[in-house]
């Protein structure tokens, strides 16, 4: 089912295609990483060199770094690289999605701003805990001090002291390190956007699609649909109606076999046993002649603490394995 589904997108674009899913159902939620490149590299020799590789992408996020090494190893193997998005591709998604030549969006795709999150050494509010961390979101910090500025009626003179204040709750050493995800992250988006855009005559273009995705759209979770992602500057390109349907076909084939649309019940698995194992696929990257899945391993227990029953799941190993 899954390789046919394959074969007909690689028909339609004339192209070779990769399937990078990565799941967001709990507990099992896998992001984009840097374990991938080794699987990626070894699926694109079995490929070789082409004229276009597509690749069909399905993820949350993960990893800012990641997606220019992915890019920059496709590149070696082929003249265009080209995304195929037939739902998310959210955060590192939209990295590794505008180092590409040219995306194909369904109508549910979505890109989503570039807003990194770096974690504060521990929770203001629970000091006593040393080991929570607290997000702090580049965008957050942003909109604090538009916030000062544009409501409180604070002056630029001023702005110190609401500096002060804010390093009187976080420490200022992570607050340089969540400047310096945002500084990562507009150098970033330009070095991918120049893989296909020329630095010269595209610059005013370059210049405003970093913008929007780094800083100007506020909010992390916001879709950018296909119509957006053209308005910015990228090439986007609808599919017909025919690779819509298979687009689509192939996403729900992954979501199912993820069950990412399906509550995890430890509950329902063990039933009336004592002990039931499970395995679970949290990830996959597949080809026409490869698949590599990221798999969980594990076991539930029924367990009795403190004269009250209770159910452990345990992950016992979660790795890369070829299938």
Not at 38 to 63: C, M, V, W
Not at 92 to 110: H, N, Q, Y
Request: charged share 30%.
């Amino acid at each position: 089912m899954t390789k046919n589904l394959i074969q007909k997108i690689e028909k339609s674009r004339n192209s070779k295609v990769i399937i990078y899913v990565t799941g967001d159902r709990q507990p099992f939620v896998t992001k984009v990483a840097d374990d991938i490149i080794p699987i990626f590299a070894k699926h694109l020799e079995k490929i070789g060199k082409q004229n276009k590789i597509s690749l069909f992408l399905y993820t949350r996020g993960g990893d800012m770094i990641t997606p220019i090494r992915l890019i920059k190893l496709m590149r070696s193997y082929a003249e265009e690289i080209e995304m195929i998005i037939p739902y998310r591709a959210h955060s590192a998604g939209t990295l590794i999605s505008i180092g590409a030549d040219k995306i194909v969006m369904g109508r549910l795709g979505e890109l989503s701003p570039v807003d990194p999150s770096t974690g504060h050494p521990f929770n203001p509010e629970n000091p006593a805990n040393q080991k929570q961390k607290m997000e702090i979101s580049v965008e957050d910090l942003n909109s604090y001090f538009l916030l000062a500025k544009e409501k409180a009626g604070v002056k630029d003179e001023q702005m110190v002291n609401v500096f002060e204040d804010l390093t009187a709750k976080i420490h200022p050493l992570s607050l340089g390190n969540a400047y310096r995800a945002t500084r990562m992250a507009k150098q970033i988006t330009e070095k991918l956007l120049l893989m296909h855009f020329d630095k010269i005559d595209d610059k005013e273009k370059i210049a405003n699609i970093v913008k929007e995705i780094t800083g100007d759209i506020c909010i992390h979770g916001y879709p950018i649909t296909r119509d957006e992602a053209a308005d910015l500057g990228l090439n986007m390109i609808e599919p017909d109606s025919e690779l819509e349907k298979t687009m689509w076909e192939l996403y729900e084939n992954y979501a199912e076999k993820m069950e990412l649309k399906k509550k995890f019940d430890p509950v329902a698995i063990l039933g009336g046993q004592e002990m039931a194992t499970f395995k679970y696929y949290g990830a996959f990257i597949e080809s026409a002649d490869l698949t590599d899945a990221f798999v969980f391993d594990g076991k539930i227990r029924r367990i009795i603490k403190d004269n009250k029953a209770s159910i452990d799941v345990n992950v016992e190993s979660s790795a890369w394995e070829s299938l």
